[in-house]
């Protein structure tokens, strides 16, 4: 692995604060790159950014147009945007659609769909203007394949989907190459909180047993597995690699 394979670039990750944002950000970090980081949380990126030397920090919702728009202004302060992670994101209601609160479900596609749309709109001109750039985006393998736990979340994720390879088409051509990973089952807060909405102790531990027996490794990923991937997904090497939804599952959709 290079260590400069970044060097000069601005990147803007959303959802920095924590799990796979802070991984990826720890990345490209390492390997040279300017770094916006956005999330909600003061304190998680902070904490981030502790060990990101240089990062300049803004919080704000990745689901308010004005939020976003400030952290993209402000990574064009210190260079034009040329790589974009959207890494915010949410599991929404583990519970049947038929249960699903109207306001869960908007709050959910606003975070995980609309979030990463108003990340692209808000870097798409400063990608432009520079010559070209590399979007990725967090989906799911949710996204490629239902799911009776999060019935919620994997529409959400389908849709992030079909908005990479939408975007992919859609930009091809001005040098912007878009693409999203799908992780399957990944040692994050987010998979913790899926085990501890399942309730009382047992009810816990059966449903982790159960995601773990989804992957024919038997194990769940690490946080640096998918970060690796991403950072694959926006370097040099991948430049013919444009709308791909790539999974990082340890074989679950094989």
């Known amino acids: 692995m290079r260590a400069d394979r970044f060097t000069g670039q601005m990147a803007l990750v959303t959802g920095a604060g924590s799990g796979l944002g802070r991984a990826t950000a720890l990345g490209?970090?390492?390997?040279?790159?300017?770094?916006?980081?956005?999330?909600r949380s003061a304190e998680g990126l902070a904490e981030t950014a502790a060990v990101c030397p240089g990062a300049v920090t803004v919080v704000g919702d990745a689901a308010d147009a004005k939020d976003v728009a400030a952290a993209a202004a402000r990574a064009a302060e210190l260079g034009p945007v040329t790589l974009l992670v959207t890494a915010a994101g949410m599991l929404g209601p583990a519970k049947p659609l038929a249960e699903v609160e109207e306001a869960e479900w908007d709050r959910l596609f606003a975070v995980n769909v609309k979030g990463t749309w108003l990340a692209v709109r808000a870097v798409l001109p400063q990608m432009r203007a520079a010559g070209g750039g590399s979007i990725v985006a967090f989906a799911s393998t949710a996204g490629l394949a239902g799911s009776a736990t999060l019935p919620a979340y994997s529409a959400s994720k389908g849709a992030v989907v079909m908005l990479t390879r939408s975007l992919a088409l859609s930009h091809a051509a001005e040098g912007i190459r878009v693409n999203c990973v799908c992780p399957g089952s990944i040692e994050t807060p987010m998979l913790d909180a899926t085990f501890a909405a399942a309730g009382d102790p047992a009810a816990r531990a059966a449903r982790e047993a159960a995601f773990r027996a989804r992957h024919p490794m038997l194990r769940f990923g690490k946080a640096e597995e998918v970060s690796e991937t991403v950072l694959f997904l926006l370097s040099p090497a991948a430049g013919f690699i444009t709308g791909v939804a790539l999974p990082v599952d340890g074989g679950r959709l094989a």
Not at 28 to 39: K, P, S, T
């Open 28 to 39: 490209l970090a390492r390997e040279g790159a300017r770094l916006l980081l956005f999330d």
